[in-house]
């Protein structure tokens, strides 16, 4: 185990040749450098990136405890939100039946949810999900009320007998009352209750991350998701709700108000089951896609139709053909395609996407890459479209793991561009990313306590896939079948980082494990360490968190072609004639690395 003093020394190190590749500032690096005995030649990136990674320059300066930050303390709660207990396990979901209506001048909610469910194991017990703020006015299990307990947002369920492994059963949960108010959804999760530009209700749920418990009572894990599902949702007269899945029908019940019955045929996780309700016209159209016509609706404000017909007929077909060559048909063709003007900016709600970028090109307006390719298409109708795919169709069971859904979908939009106007535009694209990289801690969470990473899980998660085509698939027909391959081994399923990663080894026939954990596990990113013996032969290897990282590095004499050569974290001959500091270029546009050159 490595001394305090020799631990600062090396994160300082680390730390440093970070903020030097980002920065391409030699002089500064160079008096850091100083005092560790090195000077180095740092190798430029690109100007545009510089005024938004000047936050980095501070790392420098961390002390290893700062960079060894303590861990989270996570309470009862946490555990009973994000871990799965034999009282979760016990049984598995086929059915639910979520009928709820809404009371928009009160803001709150009443209502009833079928649990359908498969016996795992013999129990008399079971845990399902209500935020504490929200009443549970009955359990009923065929036709009896039976008792419950209440413990932070968990609900606890006793059976009059047990429930034996493999048998079907049903109870149903009615509840009321005035949900969470999301302050800045979908940032936060719960409702928004707001007016249109006509004066008229404007309601909406987002709840991903925090859970969808905030609304409506569920066994909320990720690892479980319903087979299939009905959404019933009530509201006042004169406005229309929006759910995923298919309109059934639509019923005018006592009082005037109206019934809205949504059917969802595919696996759906927790957090996408959505309701949206407001004074809405619809306009359709079909795609006619790999799996055949897929159906094409669209909900938005009537003062908004002239627009939103221009907006999502530039970007919805192009998006699907996009994403259906990459990663494989459509995951929901039974439930069609929809996207639903929302009064916050976007969630990737299944088959009924939520849409709040007010019909504008970029990321409200803005390109987030900064290179110009993202002001060129919509970035909310192609991201959380993406998530169809990742996050959907293929979702993590755990939110720790929440890198799947973020940095696959992100990875996306540089697919997209890629599409439309070439690999080069899309590797661009991506490599602009890094702008919003934090590099402030591992991606993957703590498991079992309902805790996301870093948010480096989406431009970074992005990079990451890039470098891996680059380095190690880069043919590219091979590298879209391996992307469409993961949709056809996952399909409609709940999947862990490991699975994903060994999906990854199996097809490329390589261990990518330590590439992987390296930007997956760690804050830090893996330093391509250049050095010129005496007699001028050039040596290379990796500087990583993980011992035995291994990835192949894009190395050239300035001009010249690039080279890929095989690469450990161990000192190896770089054959590479002609060889000097002065000419050596490494690949720094696909590869997301800091590079120390000696």
């Known amino acids: 185990m490595e001394g305090s003093a020799s631990l600062r020394k090396k994160r300082h190190l680390q730390t440093t040749r970070l903020v030097a590749l980002m ?17 180095p030649t740092v190798l430029p990136v690109r100007s545009y990136l510089l005024p938004f990674l000047a936050g980095l320059l501070s790392l420098a300066h961390l002390s290893s405890a700062q960079l060894m930050q303590p861990k989270t303390t996570f309470t009862r709660a946490d555990s009973l939100r994000g871990h799965l207990t034999p009282l979760r396990t016990c049984y598995d979901i086929n059915y639910y039946h979520l009928d709820v209506k809404l009371d928009v001048d009160k803001k709150s909610i009443s209502g009833s949810n079928v649990f359908q469910f498969t016996a795992t194991q013999d129990f008399t017990k079971l ?19 039976v008792p419950y307990t209440r413990e932070a947002n968990a609900v606890f369920v006793t059976f009059p007998e047990a429930i034996r492994k493999g048998s079907r059963a049903a109870f149903t949960v009615y509840y009321s009352g005035q949900p969470t108010v999301a302050k800045h959804a979908p940032w936060d999760g719960g ?51 929006v759910s995923n899945g298919r309109l059934r029908r639509t019923t005018t019940v006592k009082g005037g108000a109206t019934r809205f019955d949504w059917f969802v045929d595919n696996p759906i996780n927790n957090y996408d089951v959505a309701l949206n309700v407001g004074n809405y016209t619809h306009f359709a159209d079909t795609y006619a896609g790999e799996k055949g016509p897929l159906t094409l609706d669209y909900w938005v404000l009537p003062e908004n139709l002239a627009k939103a017909k221009t907006q999502f007929t530039a970007n919805v077909k192009p998006m699907l053909k996009s994403m259906e060559y990459w990663f494989g048909p459509y995951p929901f063709y039974e439930d069609g395609f929809k996207l639903v003007e929302t009064p916050h900016l976007g969630m990737e709600h299944q088959s009924a996407v939520a849409y709040g970028n007010k019909y504008q090109n970029g990321y ?20 959380e479209s993406g998530h169809e795919w990742f996050g959907n169709n293929i979702t993590s069971k755990d939110i720790a793991d929440m890198w799947v859904h973020e940095g696959f979908t992100c990875y996306s939009e540089g697919l997209f561009v890629e599409s439309q106007f070439g690999k080069k535009a899309g590797q661009q694209y991506i490599h602009g990313q890094r702008r919003n990289i934090q590099n402030d801690g591992p991606i993957i969470g703590p498991y079992e306590v309902n805790k996301e990473g870093s948010g ?28 469409r391959g993961l949709s056809r081994t996952f399909y409609h399923q709940t999947v862990t980082t490991e699975q994903i990663v060994s999906y990854f080894n199996q097809q490329t026939g390589q261990d990518l494990t330590p590439v992987f954990n390296q930007f997956l596990r760690h804050p830090g990113i893996p330093t391509l360490e250049v050095r010129f013996s005496g007699d001028g032969q050039p040596q290379a290897r990796w500087i990583a968190d993980e011992s035995d990282f291994n990835l192949p590095a894009r190395l050239r004499t300035k001009g010249g072609e690039y080279r890929t050569l095989p690469m450990t974290t161990s000192f190896q001959p770089v054959n590479l004639p002609g060889l000097t500091k002065e000419n050596l270029e490494v690949d720094v546009e696909n590869y997301y690395i800091g590079v120390l050159v000696e």
């Open 23 to 39: 920065y391409g500032g030699e002089a500064a690096l160079r008096d850091e450098f100083r005092s560790l005995r090195h000077t």
């Open 127 to 145: 845990q399902f999900d209500l935020f504490a703020n929200l009443k549970v006015d009955k359990v009923e299990y065929q036709g009896k009320a």
């Open 191 to 241: 409702f928004v209750f707001t007016q249109d530009a006509k004066g008229k209700p404007w309601v909406a749920t987002a709840c991903q991350g925090v859970g969808a418990s905030i609304w409506w009572p569920t066994k909320d894990h990720q690892a479980d998701e319903v087979d299939s599902m009905l959404i019933s949702v009530t509201v006042p007269k004169g406005l229309t709700d």
């Open 364 to 383: 409200l307006g803005r390109d987030r890459s900064e290179t110009g390719w993202g002001l060129k298409w919509d970035f909310i109708i192609i991201h």
């Open 456 to 483: 480096d899980m989406y431009d970074k998660g992005s990079n990451m896939l890039n470098m891996i085509r680059t380095a190690v698939v880069p043919d590219d027909a091979k590298w879209r079948e391996l992307l």
